[in-house]
């Protein structure tokens, strides 16, 4: 059974950072496509970052130069580093696990099959 478990949400101004943890029991993990969406208040889910088995990354447009997505295989944990908060990065903050290849999965509307619980990031001007 996958379970993802975020943490490290938190309010912050405007320009500040936040680092995301999602801790995740799977047998898999080194090897699986992880990555974090968000859903602001009113607005569909949408990915923000992914990294793959051999630490490849994809990043959405808007938070390219400011957010760093990176694991640790050794802890099974996901990371996403988030600098330069914008007010619009205020959302829900979910980590979640595919068994596609990340390119693949990426550039493909497929929702991954396993998610956390989110953790709220709220960005204040």
């Known amino acids: 059974q996958v379970q993802l478990v975020e943490s490290g949400g938190g309010s912050v101004q405007a320009g500040g950072s936040l680092r995301l943890s999602c801790a995740a029991s799977m047998y898999t993990f080194s090897s699986i496509c992880m990555g974090w969406f968000r859903q602001a208040p009113g607005k569909e889910r949408e990915r923000v970052a992914a990294?793959?088995?051999?630490?490849?990354?994809y990043y959405t447009d808007t938070v390219k130069g400011r957010f760093t997505i990176s694991r640790d295989n050794a802890k099974n944990t996901l990371y996403l580093q988030m600098n330069s908060l914008k007010p619009e990065d205020t959302a829900m903050y979910y980590c979640a696990a595919t068994i596609m290849t990340c390119g693949n999965w990426w550039r493909s509307p497929s929702q991954p099959p396993y998610w956390g619980q989110g953790t709220q990031v709220t960005v204040s001007s």
């Open positions: 990294i793959g088995g051999g630490w490849e990354t």
